[in-house]
């Protein structure tokens, strides 16, 4: 039996939820159960975090399920992705059902306009379109946006690039827009020879006797860009790139940190030779 939407916070009410969730059932009634898990925790004799929070508030705790999933997935490991995606979900059903109780809209919805641009979007699966590669999926889906869903066409072809996207993504976003549009180098000789531009300007701007703290900051973020762009004539995602740099840093501090503590060394800038040798010993091990 799905619990009603009319909920009471009785142990045998709390003892039927956790039943459910763990029985025998069909997935929409998992669902189902899940949801009404949720209403609980926003309803009044809920959880007081839960009923605190806003769709504008869980941005944050979207993007960090988000990342963690893709970590997991990094990892290779099925069990951790499997818990992590459960997160994102999570998130996806709270936001929800905040729709809900403001009179927004409700998760019934979110999945309706979900099946509706699927099919809509999919002629050459559930029409009688053809595509031929992801190419002309791609080239169907821009039309489907514009004349079938009545988009306003952008102002400019960088309109569609998500700004709360990590900005290593969106540096590469963005130029790969304008790079569909004719604005990028030939080859690779023009985004090095700009690296080198980059790295001339940052260092004229850190030499002088008063540093302005902007300038520098403009000229890190122009170097940074320009490396992203090198990035993509390459066919390199940077944001993977970095990724798996953070990842090698993170081994070879804790190998550092390892070596030093067995040898009752302080972690210190007083022994940082030290700290050097045990780093190239981590390089080594890693290569």
């Not at 929409?28 to 898990?37: F, I, P, Y």
Request: hydrophobic share 35%.
């Amino acid at each position: 039996m799905i619990p009603s939407n009319n909920i009471s916070t009785t142990s045998d009410n709390k003892h039927s939820v956790y039943s459910l969730v763990s029985g025998p059932y069909t997935s929409a009634s998992r669902m189902e159960a899940l949801r009404n898990v949720i209403r609980i925790l926003r309803s009044p004799k809920g959880c007081p975090w839960d009923r605190e929070q806003t769709i504008e508030s869980l941005k944050a705790s979207l993007l960090e399920e988000s990342f963690e999933a893709a970590d997991a997935i990094d990892h290779g490991d099925s069990e951790h992705t499997k818990e992590e995606l459960g997160d994102v979900l999570l998130i996806v059903l709270l936001m929800s059902q905040i729709a809900e109780d403001g009179g927004k809209f409700r998760f019934e919805d979110v999945m309706t306009e979900l099946y509706a641009k699927l099919i809509r979007r999919h002629p050459h699966v559930f029409g009688d379109e053809a595509a031929d590669n992801s190419g002309d999926v791609k080239t169907r889906w821009a039309e489907i946006k514009k004349h079938v869903e009545g988009r306003e066409a952008d102002e400019s072809v960088l309109d569609s690039v998500p700004v709360n996207m990590s900005p290593i993504l969106r540096s590469q976003k963005l130029q790969k827009k304008a790079a569909k549009a004719g604005f990028d180098w030939p080859g690779i000789d023009g985004p090095l020879d700009k690296i080198r531009e980059e790295i001339a300007e940052l260092e004229a701007e850190v030499s002088a006797d008063a540093i302005d703290r902007q300038g520098a900051a403009n000229e890190i973020g122009d170097l940074l860009f320009s490396v992203v762009n090198l990035s993509r004539h390459l066919g390199i995602s940077a944001d993977d790139a970095l990724r798996a740099t953070n990842r090698r840093f993170s081994a070879r501090f804790r190998h550092v940190e390892r070596e030093m503590g067995r040898g009752g060394q302080e972690m210190s800038s007083d022994n940082l030779q030290l700290m050097e040798e045990h780093w190239q010993e981590a390089k080594k091990i890693q290569d």
